[in-house]
């Protein structure tokens, strides 16, 4: 074999790749009607209830910590971005729900792509650390 066709057999090989790399971290597998649980908040255990769910033309919405938020899921030139993010403005009566509802506006606001992570998905930034992890709800 050549080099010229290892080469080219090799620049085929990569392309496949970054295109399978793109199908998994786009958008599509949130498609409307998802609903998933928060599992994770950078890392750590997201409380009870905080939720992800994915409506009609990709308009985001669900509970988090204390609040409801909505917002929209957008994929432009590869990355993925949940833009105009409005929440309520209700206090968290519990101080580590407080902290978890800070982490979890400011990782909604840094995420960049999706991953397939087991049955779930994660939602990761530009460094690839997996900000929030998702899990399907009960029945979708």
Do not use: K
């Not at 050549?2 to 970054?18: D, E, H, M, P």
């Not at 990709?58 to 929440?87: E, F, H, I, K």
């Not at 009566?93 to 990782?107: C, P, S, T």
């Amino acid at each position: 074999m050549t080099i010229t066709r290892t080469l080219a057999i090799l620049a085929a090989v990569s392309a496949l790749t970054a295109c399978q790399d793109a199908g998994e971290r786009s958008v599509s597998m949130l498609r409307p009607g998802s609903s998933f649980t928060v599992a994770r908040i950078d890392g750590a255990p997201a409380p009870a209830g905080v939720t992800f769910d994915v409506g009609e033309g990709s308009r985001v919405t669900g509970r988090a910590p204390c609040n409801r938020y909505s917002g929209q899921l957008t994929q432009r030139n590869g990355a993925m971005t949940v833009s105009g993010t409005v929440m309520t403005r209700m206090a968290c009566a519990e101080a580590d729900r407080n902290l978890a509802e800070m982490r979890f506006g400011n990782a909604l606001g840094s995420i960049t792509a999706a991953r397939r992570l087991g049955d779930g998905i994660a939602l990761i930034d530009p460094e690839g650390r997996e900000r929030i992890g998702l899990v399907p709800a009960d029945g979708s």
